[in-house]
């Protein structure tokens, strides 16, 4: 079946600096790649969409230039967290679309900035 | 907004049959109603999804109703490992076909 890599699962990193995420889909092209972020005991919340080749559409209230995502190929998606702060403390989840009506989702990464 | 409504919570017997509701009454005719599962600080796992008719596969079956305002997973046979947050889904019918997420139910499989 259609797998999603996500790297890395885990990072911590320090106050103003900045940390990427890597979505790939293994066996498959994503043409679309979803960002999501979801706090403790809360459910998924759609950050922004990311097409092949063009800008990503993000969610309302979700700045665009703190959370950077890059889709340059089929098979890649990243999410860069720029100038990191603790509330930017969260889990990262992405998903891509496996045409038809599927979608796979990684398995997320626990980012923790201190 | 979600447009999904489910209980917070559910208990079930381990090795009982365990039906999760969820209401959807504002879906639209071409809307898609999904369900996955998550288990602590993992990634989702998805289980099924259906238009309008019943459906079944290797995990569960998802009953919809007549006139798609609600759904029943059933997952036959629960296991311990089925603890889980399961979350149903509508698929928003825009240029992206985004999932928007509900709050999900808990569900606690009991020994």
């Known amino acids: 079946g259609a797998v999603v890599s996500q790297h890395p699962s885990r990072v911590i990193c320090k106050s103003g600096t900045s940390v990427k995420i890597e979505c790939r889909s293994l066996?498959?092209?994503?043409?679309?790649m979803f960002w999501y972020r979801q706090f403790p005991k809360k459910s998924l919340m759609l950050m922004a969409t990311?097409?092949?080749?063009?800008?990503?559409?993000?969610e309302q209230g979700v700045e665009k230039d703190k959370f950077l995502i890059n889709h340059a190929s089929l098979t890649l998606s990243t999410l860069t967290v720029t100038s990191a702060h603790p509330e930017d403390s969260s889990f990262y989840i992405c998903?891509?679309?496996?045409?038809?009506?599927?979608?796979?989702f990684g398995s997320g990464t626990r980012l923790t900035v201190v | 907004d979600a447009k999904t409504t489910q209980p917070t919570s559910m208990d079930c017997a381990e090795g009982r049959a365990a039906n999760l509701p969820c209401n959807h009454s504002?879906?639209?005719?071409?809307?898609?109603v999904y369900w996955y599962r998550q288990i602590h600080s993992q990634g989702p796992q998805y289980i099924i999804h259906g238009l309008k008719n019943n459906e079944t596969n290797e995990m569960a079956s998802l009953i919809i109703t007549e006139d798609r305002k609600s759904s029943t997973l059933i997952l036959p046979h629960a296991t311990l490992r089925d603890t889980a947050v399961y979350y149903c889904?509508?698929?928003?019918?825009?240029?992206?076909?985004?999932?928007?997420w509900g709050a999900g139910t808990k569900l606690i499989i009991k020994p």
């Open positions: 990311s097409n092949e080749g063009s800008k990503a559409t993000y």
């Open positions: 066996d498959f092209q994503a043409t679309t």
């Open positions: 998903s891509a679309s496996t045409g038809g009506n599927g979608y796979t």
């Open positions: 889904i509508v698929r928003v019918r825009d240029s992206n076909y985004q999932l928007i």
């Open positions: 504002t879906i639209s005719g071409n809307e898609y």
